[in-house]
């Protein structure tokens, strides 16, 4: 045990040199209560106008692929493209959307393409900020994973500069695009960046929704229709981005002090863990609370390995460990995806023992009725809830081959409001985060993970060693 803690505690050092690289290395004055010490409060800090998620773009090597695998295992079509057919020879991206969720999935050309065409980089990609060295390094780093959360903000230079000025490390400055869209970006966490986009003019709710160039960004080009369009799960938006950090204070008073974002929660691993491992979280919101940002780091000296730890080591750093996305019928949605996930689409992390049902009705029975308890435990949905509303969730295992980036598809249920205009909409957060069912994901994915580790390889029988050269 003693080792292990030591061997945590090394990789911790050295990926916390990598961190002090990146910028997040002050001193933080961050100080963990937990989940029943922690009082809710809005102040309404945001040092400048955030709206929501604008999309989600992923860094990967074959991004034609990765495109159609997300497609058909979420229920989401691919309906714009930026590749050599549209005149990017830097990289080619395809855009997925589902309600408003949006995916990007981009991999790099050869960079000698363009030069060959006697045309620079910056002049045929569609995304500005795109690095060739950077993306390959990513994928060597990371495989497949998120580089960018998106946010559209009222004005994406002011985003930027208020950022750079209260202590955000500059990534990509503001960038005008074709003089519609404005995008710049500053660092997130590990590789991955925060990118702020506006429009410099109102997206048109007609004609311009069939135009991925208008509505999302220049030089992107609408797929033509195919059988992909006829795809919806019943997806329709990011509800919160999840990051995997090695040390929680320093990250958080870094993006709070850069955005003005409050805390919306706090668990520790009393309040969430298991015998086994356990983890501290902490979740940033916007004004609006329309932008969820939990962080998490590892604890240590447990019986097993943190997952967080495991993500961190797999990861060679922080990232993104997970995207939650709201359905608004999450039964739907799942018989729609475990009919995929036998034929290239996502599978699911082991679900909980039949007690967790038993148990159900008392526990939610006020609000999902007989049948929908049953369909929860057939399609081995969790539910849990706090003082507002009702949380369903369940969590896909990892998406590529490394145990690190994963999805979550929830359903809120309850918390309805009504803005100023008198128009109802869903309180962010609607039902907490799953904290009573953390115990369950973390014993599935404990029990993943033992199906990771290495087994013992066997000792060679003398008749298998090769002892003269003769036998080649």
Not at 212 to 233: C, G
Not at 318 to 342: C, P, Y
Request: net charge negative; charged share 25%.
């Amino acid at each position: 045990m003693e080792k292990d803690v030591e061997k945590a505690r090394a990789l911790t050092e050295a990926t916390a040199t990598a961190a002090a690289a990146d910028g997040i290395t002050a001193e933080s004055e961050f100080t963990l209560k937990g989940f029943r010490n922690f009082v809710r409060t809005n102040p309404k800090s945001d040092r400048f106008k955030v709206k929501w998620f604008h999309h989600v773009e992923f860094w990967c090597t074959d991004a034609t692929n990765a495109a159609k695998r997300f497609s058909w295992g979420l229920g989401m079509p691919i309906v714009a493209k930026s590749d050599l057919s549209t005149g990017n020879m830097t990289h080619a991206s395809y855009l997925l959307r589902s309600g408003q969720l949006c995916f990007l999935l981009t991999a790099p050309y050869s960079p000698y393409i363009a030069a060959a065409a006697n045309l620079s980089p910056e002049s045929t990609a569609s995304i500005p900020s795109f690095d060739h060295s950077a993306c390959r390094a990513f994928a060597g780093r990371h495989g497949l994973g998120v580089r960018a959360i998106a946010l559209e903000v009222e004005d994406a230079e002011i985003a930027f500069r208020t950022s750079v000025a209260h202590g955000a490390k500059h990534s990509c400055p503001p960038i005008v695009l074709e003089n519609r869209a404005v995008v710049s970006e500053v660092h997130l966490y590990g590789d991955v960046v925060l990118r702020y986009i506006s429009y410099k003019n109102p997206v048109p709710s007609d004609d311009g929704e069939n135009k991925p160039d208008v509505w999302f960004l220049p030089k992107f080009e609408a797929m033509e229709e195919n059988s992909s369009y006829s795809l919806d799960f019943g997806i329709r938006k990011l509800d919160h981005a999840v990051g995997n950090l090695t040390e929680l204070g320093p990250a958080v008073s870094y993006l709070k002090g850069f955005t003005g974002f409050h805390e919306f929660a706090e668990f520790t691993a009393e309040d969430v863990g298991t015998s086994e491992s356990g983890l501290n979280s902490v979740v940033l919101a916007n004004n609006e609370e329309t932008v969820l940002l939990p962080l998490n780091e590892p604890v240590y000296g447990t019986k097993r390995k943190s997952q967080i730890q495991t993500y961190l080591e797999h990861n060679e750093g922080a990232g993104v460990q997970h995207l939650a996305l709201m359905s608004e019928d999450i039964f739907r949605t799942l018989r729609e995806m475990r009919k995929q996930s036998g034929g290239g689409g996502f599978e699911f992390m082991p679900t909980p023992p039949p007690t967790y049902y038993k148990n159900l009705k008392s526990r939610a029975g006020d609000v999902l009725t007989d049948e929908q308890i049953k369909e929860c435990e057939e399609l081995g949905i969790l539910v849990d809830r706090d003082d507002q509303g009702t949380l369903l969730q369940i969590f896909t295992k990892p998406v590529g081959d490394r145990p690190t980036i994963f999805i979550e598809i929830i359903q809120r249920v309850g918390c309805m409001m009504k803005d100023d205009e008198g128009k109802v909409y869903q309180k962010g957060g609607c039902g907490g985060f799953g904290k009573g069912n953390f115990s369950e994901l973390f014993k599935s994915i404990e029990e993943y993970e033992k199906t990771l580790e290495p087994k013992p390889v066997a000792e060679p029988s003398p008749s298998n060693i090769i002892t003269s050269k003769h036998e080649f």
